[in-house]
């Protein structure tokens, strides 16, 4: 018996020796890096029954949702809900694969359907390793002040999410984008949160920009010809300010907003894309971007997503698909965008 123990007694520490030496477990593939200096509109405003108990948004132009909404594609993910948190983390997913690190996320005011969604937001952004700015709207009766209590609510309530975007590069302090901004003429009042945020005006005209500390466009039809770029890129490097131009795959919003004369952008099968981001990294156009915009990750109504778009849409309705971008077909283009988003993160990146 003794000579049995023995043997089991050495089986065992051989047996440990083995588990404490051998190779730790591959822990899979290392996840894709980001470049937070690349940033992607993203907007948190779509509701539907099964979580928000109506449709928000996705009947805007008169439609009727799920299978027809207010947007001349359709999502992979379908109408989905904004505040669904499986479609939170499939959209963070998303945004990883293509090579941004921040979403600019619409803000509609403290209490807004928009701000009701942000920690889960938050949560999933943190989850996956995506960075959150913010994109402050006009909404009714929006001013200089009250943008100053808006960024302070923000700071307070959200600032402790280790989601919560900082330029490490500008003092770690937040971003926060004013769209339509000319609609104020005074912004003296947002001197006062300088130290802690960066406020960027949707311009490039330097005369409209006294108190900020960036522009930034957000017009995906300019930004096919970029007017004024490379005076706003060279204003900004001459005072210190954040340059941040906004490019797109296209525009239409034919389907959302019926008899409008917005003129569409043909997204050329991914040339248009291509076009204006060389516009903004082009130092004779764009100048030297701080951080490159992108107009967008899920503006579904304008037309200018990036988010995947379903490749066999419900019949009947005359959704457009990314059929042929950048060569590819059928369900392989649904990402087209998100994979040559990729492309242009690692040009921005490597200039």
């Not at 499939?90 to 619409?106: C, K, P």
């Not at 009714?140 to 309530?157: H, L, P």
């Not at 005072?239 to 004369?261: C, E, F, H, K, L």
């Not at 503006?299 to 995947?308: D, K, L, N, R, V």
Request: aromatic share 12%; net charge negative.
């Amino acid at each position: 018996m003794r000579t049995l123990r023995s043997i089991v007694g050495l089986l065992v520490l051989l047996l440990t020796s083995v588990v404490l030496h051998a190779p730790a477990a591959s822990a899979g593939p290392v996840a894709q890096a980001v470049a937070a200096d690349v940033q992607l509109f993203y907007y948190p405003w779509y509701g539907s029954p099964s979580v928000n108990g109506t449709y928000r948004h996705w009947q805007q132009g008169g439609h009727t949702p799920p299978d027809d909404v207010g947007a001349n594609f359709h999502p992979t993910l379908g109408a989905y809900d904004s505040g669904d948190t499986a479609v939170i983390d499939r959209h963070m997913q998303m945004i990883r694969q293509s090579g941004a690190g921040t979403i600019v996320t619409s803000w509609w005011g403290p209490g807004s359907y928009e701000d009701s969604v942000t920690p889960a937001v938050l949560a999933s952004a943190a989850r996956h390793g995506i960075k959150v700015a913010w994109h402050l709207e006009p909404y009714s009766g929006r001013t200089a002040e009250s943008t100053v209590a808006d960024i302070g609510y923000i700071n307070q309530k959200y600032g402790g999410s280790p989601a919560f975007y900082r330029a490490p590069a500008w003092g770690n302090r937040g971003a926060f984008y004013v769209f339509e901004s000319l609609r104020i003429a005074d912004w003296s009042p947002i001197e006062q949160v300088k130290p802690t945020s960066i406020v960027l005006a949707q311009t490039t005209d330097p005369s409209r920009v006294a108190h900020f500390g960036g522009m930034y466009t957000y017009d995906g039809i300019a930004g096919a010809t970029a007017p004024g770029w490379k005076t706003a890129s060279d204003f900004c490097k001459a005072n210190g300010m954040v340059w941040a131009p906004s490019v797109a795959p296209g525009y239409i919003d034919d389907r959302a907003v019926p008899g409008n004369t917005t003129p569409t952008v043909g997204r050329d099968n991914g040339a248009m894309y291509d076009r204006q981001w060389g516009n903004a990294l082009n130092p004779a156009t764009g100048g030297a971007p701080t951080w490159v915009s992108v107009t967008s990750f899920n503006e579904w109504h304008e037309g200018s997503i990036i988010e995947p778009a379903s490749s066999n849409p419900p019949a009947g309705h005359g959704y457009l698909t990314y059929q042929g971008a950048y060569g590819r077909t059928g369900a392989d283009a649904e990402t087209a965008y998100l994979d040559r988003t990729r492309h242009w993160v690692g040009q921005f990146t490597s200039a």
